[in-house]
């Protein structure tokens, strides 16, 4: 399966209520539209796959990882350029994240501007 | 045993067989004499009376025989000597005259014998009563001095006090303790040696009391001239003949050494299970930090976005106010968190409140949610809703709590995938809530399920083995029971038990 993107849709995955809500309004004010979704599996069930031009993804969460994720929509052939955002990162995680295609590895909390330059570079803009 | 013999030498006063009958011959040759030398002076022959004392004399002192002997001699000699012209009757009547004397003489020494018989019994029984109520004096002042030595030597202090508060008597510990005469005390009202104050709050209900019949126990910390003492104390009644409470007895034993001594077991034992929390904290270190960085992530982003709304070519209030609410709230949220892992972590003295075991329950699974994620680990919480409160340490039940948790992840940590924690909170019959804590992890090690509370008894590599027992105090200290059971097909539960108090019971 192949994905073909059609919008510029930025998707959020964290388990974490409020870190997920504050950084959709975080891009909102940036200019951004995006979607939430509390874990891998209901990002990937949610058939939005597609339309996603850039993925903000949380590592460590219950059920798939963040990386697990990548890894599933690398083997879907649907390569959605991620910028990873996590609490505990070594230098080790970010280098399997970097090596598999990520865009940017951010430790949290992160500097705004990073991430926004990170998701404009990210949809080509 | 002088008078006994002085009795018996009344009666038989002569001992010998030669003494008696010499005592009839020589009273009759006495009288002989003491008449034939009135006869010289020419007074007229007075043989017959003396004659009679002589008879009666040895009648006396010797007794039967010797004086019908006495009498004897004294017919021959009257008749012979004094009167040997005169008729056969008249002879045969005086002779007849000594014979009913010596008869009544007879009878008279056998009355005296007799009487003097009885008046020997009566004090020979006299003497052993006598010597009866000598001893029973001696042994009663002996147990009166026993009983003194208790009241003197006893280690504790010894006091009567009278009804009226006076001291009625003190031992010399009492004194001791004072720093003051026992004598000086002696009918000195309680309130001037202990304070008026102190005597109406801490002595005299105590002593109402007691006074009323009832036996009171008591102990406390006092302050007395030997210091700050912890003194257990009993009063009793003393009563009189007719059951009235006339005064108390008080018995003060000191017992401050066994009270610091239990003092500092309680606090080695809180610093025991300080440094338990604290080790399981440490372990914990990476999810706390992830848990305080998530809401810190949300500020963050809050403030962030604020900024941006404000610094726009057309800034937008409105949203930028709404955004440095979340700010406010977030920030909040992980203040809160650090005070919570501070109050875990914090070293105090055991605090017992009205507490709600379903939000300790909420707030440690909270913590510990990031912890259980990491090895993905899905925990599930059945809290029933209708729980009365419970008097509680709230830190040290969420210490249990979080024991038995990382236990169970622990357990957990090399199993196949679809590892769940489920923590339930339940009423039990017995005036209690249960909470259990159960897993789908390795079990308990088979025939060990009682062991596994011992100190020092682990399985992990890096475990002292102190948790599951410091988790055992503390529910026994609480009131309650903390055991475990392994489950079917697999994993294992902790229940722990705590009792309902009276007044929040439905």
Known sequence: ?125 | MNQIAMMKWANRPAKSMAGRYGLAIGSVAAALCISLALINFHVPQTFGAFALSAIAITFWYAGTAPGVLAAVLSSLVRDYLFEPNTSIESRLLFDLVFLIFALLMTRVAQVRNQLELRVAERTVELTRSNESLKREIVERSHAEYLTGQVFESSPDAVLIIGTDYRYKRVNPVHARNWGRPAESMVGMHMAELVGQEFFEQRLRPFLDRCFAGENVKFDDWFDNARGHRFIAATYSPLRSDSQQVVAALVIARDLTDHARASEALRLAQADLAHASRMTTMGELTASLAHEVNQPITAAVNGASTCVRWLTRDDPDVGEAREAALGVIRNAKRAADIINHIRSISKKGESKRQLADINELIREIVALLRNEAQRYSIVVRTDLDTNLPKIMADSVQVQQVMMNLIMNSIDAMKDVDPARELSIRSRCAEDGKLVVSVSDNGVGLPQHQVDQIFDAFFTTKPHGIGMGLRISRSIVESHGGRLWATNNSPRGASFYFTLPIPAETRE
Do not use: Y
């Not at chain 1, 979704?37 to 903000?56: K, M, P, Y």
């Open chain 1, 1 to 125: 399966m192949s994905c073909h993107k059609e919008t510029i849709l930025v998707a959020i995955v964290d388990d974490d209520d409020s870190v997920r809500g504050t950084l959709q309004e975080l891009l909102r004010s940036a200019g951004f539209p995006s979607r939430a979704f509390e874990s891998a599996e209901a990002f990937l069930g949610s058939g939005h796959q597609q339309e996603t031009a850039c993925l903000i993804t949380d590592i460590r969460m219950p059920g798939m990882s963040g990386l697990e994720l990548q890894a599933r929509l690398n083997a879907e052939r649907c390569k959605i350029p991620t910028i990873f955002i996590t609490a505990h990162g070594d230098e080790e995680m970010r280098f399997q994240a970097l090596r598999a295609g990520a865009v940017e590895f951010l430790p949290k909390p992160f500097d705004d501007e990073v991430l926004i330059e990170s998701v404009r570079a990210a949809l080509g803009r």
